[in-house]
């Protein structure tokens, strides 16, 4: 339990602020803009690069590119699942004219049901996820390159 509750204490803050973002759009009716989703990848990668960092830090020397990598996508499964959860929510009980209004960007008339919408929103947090994490590990491994002799 001990080595999971970095990863879920920061999947849950990374959550928390990807659905306070989501209801600042809301405020403003933004949230059916596409564009505006992009920041969440910069919301998710901020908090899978920190978490990573601190637990680098919290290992030392016993950090291995396997767990840095395990924290980082334990990290983003579980904000991806709680925020999908919300999104879910969202758009059933809160405001059920929402997926109409998000479709409108796109010509036509489409019938789309919230579990697949939801499902999408599951499978684009897990890429950024697996995306993000394989590129932060990149900074944090250690480096097997063997020293040139001047």
Same mark, same amino acid.
Request: positive net charge.
């Given at each position: 339990?001990?080595?999971? #509750? ?7 803050? !990374? #959550? ?26 910069? !919301?998710?990668?901020?908090? !899978? ?19 840095? =990598? ?11 699942? !709680? =925020?999908?959860? =919300? ?14 209004? *998000?479709?409108?960007?796109? #010509? ?30 990149? *900074? =944090?491994?250690? #480096? ?7």
């Amino acid at each position: 339990m001990k080595k999971l #509750s970095l990863p879920i204490r920061f999947g849950i803050a !990374i #959550s928390g602020s990807l659905i306070a973002y989501f209801l600042v759009l809301a405020l403003f009716g933004w949230h059916t803009n596409p564009v505006f989703s992009l920041f969440n990848g910069v !919301i998710t990668g901020f908090g !899978i690069y920190e978490a990573i960092k601190v637990y680098k830090l919290r290992e030392g020397s016993d950090f291995s590119y396997t767990n840095g =990598f395990t924290v980082g996508i334990i990290v983003g499964f579980v904000a991806t699942l !709680i =925020f999908t959860i =919300f999104f879910l929510f969202y758009a059933t009980e809160i405001k059920p004219d929402f997926l109409p209004e *998000l479709l409108t960007i796109f #010509s036509g008339n489409y019938q789309v049901s919230t579990g697949l919408v939801a499902f999408v929103v599951a499978i684009m947090g897990f890429a950024t996820t697996v995306v993000l994490t394989l590129s932060f590990m990149q *900074l =944090f491994k250690t #480096s097997r390159n063997i020293p040139q002799n001047s």
